[in-house]
T-cell receptor, first 114, second 110 residues
Framework: GAGVSQSPSNKVTEKGKDVELRCDPISGHTALYWYRQSLGQGLEFLIYFQGNSAPDKSGLPSDRFSAERTGGSVSTLTIQRTQQEDSAVYLC????????????FGPGTRLTVT | GIQVEQSPPDLILQEGANSTLRCNFSDSVNNLQWFHQNPWGQLINLFYIPSGTKQNGRLSATTVATERYSLLYISSSQTTDSGVYFCAVEGSSNTGKLIFGQGTTLQVKP
């Protein structure tokens, strides 16, 4: 079956603009995660959804970052007023359920803030 | 929070050689996964191995949960094995959050 998909694959934006990144998880997976990979920080967790609720938002770096998930499926990560330090690859993962299940990753969205 | 350390940070091998990558973690875990990040950035699942031993072709992995480490073995390495190998763990709090090590960068020379 289809894996995790993300769009766009690349996004270049000007500092101060808002961006939306989309993740489509594997069908039937109730848990969805966002991570970020940057040169200085490695791979870091941002937020976890179980169904439509987000029991763990502890990794969101500032209040400019928000995410939602609707219908227990697609998720959108929004970054407002982008800064250069937001430049990174944003990765989405999904698993059958939350806690203790294997996670599968999408190809990522490379965000460049100029 | 839980700490994950991988070693070595870098490894250069001649094609055909064997290698062992290590992952140490600081607390009990619900989940441990090994990934290979290919040159295009995609994280490829290698093993889901919170405990025990698994094998898949030339790769095998062992996790000794009581001693808080995991090993990834690569035998008869090929140039296509090049890339970054990550270990990631989920702590016992059961939130699903994976904590990643810094990775081992492997280069296999022909």
């Amino acid at each position: 079956g289809a894996g995790v998909s993300q769009s766009p694959s690349n996004k270049v934006t000007e500092k101060g603009k808002d961006v939306e990144l989309r993740c489509d998880p594997i069908s039937g997976h109730t848990a969805l995660y966002w991570y970020r990979q940057s040169l200085g920080q490695g791979l870091e967790f941002l937020i976890y959804f179980q169904g439509n609720s987000a029991p763990d938002k502890s990794g969101l770096p500032s209040d400019r970052f928000s995410a939602e998930r609707t219908g227990g499926s697609v998720s959108t990560l929004t970054i407002q007023r982008t800064q250069q330090e937001d430049s990174a690859v944003y990765l989405c993962a999904s698993s059958l359920s939350g806690g203790g299940y294997e996670q599968y990753f999408g190809p990522g969205t490379r965000l460049t803030v100029t | 929070g839980i700490q994950v350390e991988q070693s070595p940070p870098d490894l250069i091998l001649q094609e055909g050689a064997n290698s062992t990558l290590r992952c140490n973690f600081s607390d009990s875990v619900n989940n441990l996964q090994w990934f290979h990040q290919n040159p295009w950035g995609q994280l490829i699942n290698l093993f889901y191995i919170p405990s025990g031993t698994k094998q898949n072709g030339r790769l095998s992995a062992t996790t000794v949960a009581t001693e808080r480490y995991s090993l990834l073995y690569i035998s008869s390495s090929q140039t296509t094995d090049s890339g970054v190998y990550f270990c990631a763990v989920e702590g016992s709090s059961n939130t699903g959050k994976l904590i990643f090590g810094q990775g081992t960068t492997l280069q296999v020379k022909p």
